[in-house]
């Protein structure tokens, strides 16, 4: 069964230095997304993208982040400069468009902890 | 306004017995797509049920049924048959629109079922 894949499940950083959280949506798919769960609270939306460009962020994503499809299969968000309150879960979804359900298919996410 | 309520930040359950989680959403967009996920302690987003705005029947999938109730603007989950698999994070989501973009998540409701 197809899925989401994102790398690394777990990265560590210092505070100030840059991260780049990589997934690789599902083939056919068209709309990706990146959310994120601060630890035991809920998922809020970051950023989503189609056609190789952001089509909505919200106000969290800042100046900091930016998000990038470089090669028509991995879409990546970089944090530029991470700060201890950007500590959560990412999580990468993707969709395949408005003609179905239209659900989104999440990837097993990436913690990441800023100290 | 929140566009998605969940009101029921803990339910527990006994084995084998239906579990309603509830979930109230707010919208003015006539079009609209609902979402059940399913967060287990492992941290992957799972995708159990979707109900369309439009859909004349409400949703199920095996063990999950959606009671749509569209003047009262809810979605609630119900579980039945419930299972120690069972325990996990539910997220109630909506999508706006035929070709809404983003997803508006709940805050969530930890099941636990009881031997």
Excluded at chain 2, 13 to 31: H, I, M, N
Excluded at chain 2, 48 to 74: C, P, V
């Amino acid at each position: 069964e197809p899925e989401v894949t994102q790398t690394p499940s777990h990265q560590v950083t210092q505070m100030g230095q840059e991260v780049i959280l990589r997934c690789v949506p599902i083939s056919n798919h068209l709309y990706f997304y990146w959310y994120r769960q601060i630890l035991g609270q809920k998922v809020e939306f970051l950023v989503s993208f189609y056609n190789n460009e952001i089509s909505e962020k919200s106000e969290i994503f800042d100046d900091q982040f930016s998000v990038e499809r470089p090669d028509g299969s991995n879409f990546t968000l970089k944090i530029r400069s991470t700060k201890l309150e950007d500590s959560a879960m990412y999580f990468c979804a993707s969709r395949f468009g408005s003609g179905n359900t239209g659900e989104l298919f999440f990837g097993e996410g990436s913690r990441l902890t800023v100290l | 306004a929140q566009k998605i309520t969940q009101t029921q930040p803990g339910m527990f359950v006994q084995e084998k017995e239906a579990v309603t989680l509830d979930c109230t959403y707010d919208t003015s967009d006539p079009s609209y797509g609902l979402f059940w996920y399913k967060q287990p302690s492992s941290g992957e987003m799972i995708f159990l049920i979707y109900q369309g705005s439009y859909d004349q029947q409400n949703a199920t999938e095996g063990r999950y049924s959606l009671n749509f109730q569209k003047a009262r603007k809810s979605a609630n989950l119900v579980i039945s048959a419930s299972q120690l698999g069972d325990s996990a994070m539910y997220f109630c989501a909506m999508r706006e629109g035929l070709t809404g973009n983003q997803f508006y998540f709940g805050t969530g409701t930890s099941l636990t079922v009881i031997p």
